[in-house]
T-cell receptor, first 115, second 112 residues
């Protein structure tokens, strides 16, 4: 099956710093990528949808200036958590789908801890 | 809420018994997928069922889909301790702008 690589798998950062998470589709072209956040014992909540070469579409309640998403190529999307706060500590997962959007493939997730 | 609903929220059964989880979604779908997630880990894709399919099997897994009721079920037969995990359904709509929306999840515990 298609492989999506997410990096890093975990990161600890200080409050006020920025953290970048990468999501790469290794063996297919991802026209659309999705970013999710998951708090402990909860489900995955969609944060934003990005299409290659265009601005991301953010879900209601997600601050676009805080969670910067870049989808500059068909194999790479990045999520940057700017000025991180402890409440941003969460599990972030990306997903990539191909043209036609018939199936999505997930990265292994990034556990972010802000101290 | 963007989420679909799953029930039960938590399920505890004896090893060897069957486990059934249900999922409801809100909009018309292209397909629906089921995932397993062990605590603190990433998602493991279990099975995908398309909107024109009613039932699908994969090993000990059986998935049904009822598009008229906008619901799906996941049956795990002959459960094992290793099946202990959270299970999520994820629905995908038709258009190129569709989002993948997750259900609220079921936490399954298998008692030895």
């Amino acid at each position: 099956g298609a492989v999506v690589s997410q990096h890093p798998s975990w990161v600890i950062c200080k409050s006020g710093t920025s953290v970048k998470i990468e999501c790469r589709s290794l063996d297919f072209q991802a026209t659309t990528m999705f970013w999710y956040r998951q708090f402990p014992k909860q489900s995955l909540m969609l944060m934003a949808t990005s299409n290659e070469g265009s601005k991301a579409t953010y879900e209601q309640g997600v601050e676009k200036d805080k969670f910067l998403i870049n989808h500059a190529s068909l194999t790479l999307s990045t999520l940057t958590v700017t000025s991180a706060h402890p409440e941003d500590s969460s599990f972030y997962i990306c997903s990539a789908s191909t043209s036609g959007n018939t199936e999505a493939f997930f990265g292994q997730g990034t556990r972010l801890t802000v101290v | 809420s963007q989420q679909g609903e799953e029930d039960p929220q938590a399920l505890s059964i004896q090893e060897g018994e069957n486990a059934t989880m249900n999922c409801s979604y809100k909009t018309s779908i292209n397909n629906l997928q089921w995932y397993r997630q062990n605590s603190g880990r990433g998602l493991v894709h279990l099975i995908l069922i398309r909107s024109n399919e009613r039932e699908k099997h994969s090993g000990r897994l059986r998935v049904t889909l009822d598009t008229s009721k906008k619901s799906s079920s996941l049956l795990i037969t002959a459960s094992r301790a290793a099946d202990t995990a959270s299970y999520f359904c994820a629905s995908l709509g038709y258009s190129s702008a569709s989002k993948i929306i997750f259900g609220s999840g079921t936490r399954l515990s298998i008692r030895p």
